[in-house]
């Protein structure tokens, strides 16, 4: 999710302290038998990003996500430093030995024409971080956000759990956007205020915020700003509801001319190899990019519902890159659909990332946001179209939203 940003206000900024953020996993047997470290990013002067590690002698094992497979990385020794990436996107983190347990370096997240941007980060050998228990066991279970991004306001949806870890009890879900999801945050309570963060490898976020409560027992709201990386944060204000929902479904005539649509198909994958369009068939179009979170969940899903959809419907990538190189983008692409095992072709539509026109598919004048997912009849005449993808960190939207893809697939026959 990319959204405009704003500048912190004085309503709330945690301290240097209070901004330390651990993320916990839940294999006690696990961290019971390997060394543990913390991985801390320095996002500003007063937000840092903090996270337990597992560094072993060729890898390095950071659990980010305490409801899914830890995450384990490749780790190169070169002397006295380190470096290793996060999960499938293009970043690196470059790290030198400071002493026996410590070091220090930057986390850089790679982009278009080498405008990486780095993070200072560090690693060193982990201690104990006091929790408030009793507030995270009563932490309501889903909440309704209103963010602020510049002068502009947007709704958002968080659902959240908590996991009685042997470790470190710790708070675990994520927040649903109009854009997509935040990712699997986790975190925890101290005192009056609640910590939150994810670092995946594309996106460092963490959420800061203070509770407050109407009466000594009853949590009324929580207020804070959510950081993205070191290059942006916004402020947000949360309540407690009792139903969330979140269905993104969007005009046609925000992607496509209003003029009458035809769909001319002249492409070729990442392959080179020509692209059939099947007759009497639907289609699905998946605009989306390697860079993505949101993304990679939805083609996650189409690759896993996909021995019972392609008898049905035809499925094709189509990606955005930000390399200004199509050899480069290629071979990202190459390797994305590698490493996700994805059935179906993706299309390079471009390499330098969202800016109409694109040249083989000139009926598109705007991909609102990514992913955005085009769904066509048996005629090949568009008839819905999403935005964002709510994934398996969003729980029960989660369920929402595989719901409303097979409604829309239903109504596609």
Not at 52 to 80: M, R
Request: with cysteine; net charge positive; glycine share 4%.
């Amino acid at each position: 999710m990319i959204t405009n940003l704003i500048t912190p206000s004085k309503i709330y900024a945690p301290s240097l302290k209070e901004g330390v953020l651990f993320l916990y996993l839940s294999l006690t047997s696990l961290f019971a038998q390997n060394p543990i470290y913390q991985l801390r990013l320095h996002l500003n002067d007063s937000a840092f990003l903090q996270l337990p590690i597992i560094l072993k002698k060729d890898s390095i094992t950071i659990p980010a996500y305490s409801s899914i497979n830890k995450n384990t990385s490749f780790l190169k020794k070169d002397n006295d430093s380190i470096r290793f990436s996060i999960s499938i996107y293009e970043n690196i983190c470059l790290l030198k030995k400071q002493n026996q347990t410590d070091y220090q370096g930057i986390w850089i997240k790679y982009s278009a024409n080498n405008n990486s941007y780095k993070i200072k980060c560090s690693i060193s050998s982990s201690f104990k971080y006091n929790v408030d228990i009793n507030k995270m066991q009563s932490f309501p279970h889903k909440w309704k956000f209103n963010i602020l991004s510049k002068n502009k306001t947007y709704t958002a949806y968080g659902t959240f759990q908590f996991f009685n870890d042997n470790i470190l009890p710790h708070l675990s879900g994520s927040i649903a956007t109009p854009y997509g999801d935040l990712g699997h945050l986790s975190g925890f309570i101290k005192n009056d205020s609640v910590f939150l963060s994810v670092f995946n490898g594309s996106f460092a976020t963490y959420l800061a915020g203070k509770l407050f409560y109407s009466t000594q027992q009853k949590l009324d709201s929580i207020q804070g700003y959510i950081y993205y990386g070191s290059w942006g944060v916004e402020k947000f204000s949360a309540i407690p509801v009792s139903d969330i929902s979140m269905k993104k479904q969007i005009h046609l005539n925000e992607i496509f001319n209003p003029t009458s649509f035809i769909l001319n198909v002249n492409w070729k994958d990442i392959y080179n190899q020509p692209i059939t369009i099947e007759k009497n068939k639907p289609l699905i179009l998946l605009l989306m990019g390697t860079w993505c979170p949101n993304c990679t969940d939805e083609n996650k899903l189409f690759t896993e519902w996909y021995s019972q959809l392609s008898s049905k419907v035809q499925i094709i990538a189509l990606a955005v890159e930000r390399t200004n190189n199509s050899n480069k983008a290629i071979q990202l692409l190459q390797n994305y659909k590698t490493k996700l095992n994805i059935p179906y072709p993706i299309v390079l539509l471009s390499e330098k990332g969202n800016q109409a026109p694109f040249e083989i598919f000139p009926q598109l004048i705007k991909i609102p946001a990514f992913p955005t997912t085009i769904y066509f009849n048996k005629e090949l005449k568009p008839v819905f179209a999403t935005m964002g993808f709510n994934g398996p960190a969003t729980n029960e939207l989660y369920l929402q939203t595989q719901q409303h893809i097979k409604d829309i697939i239903q109504q596609l026959q």
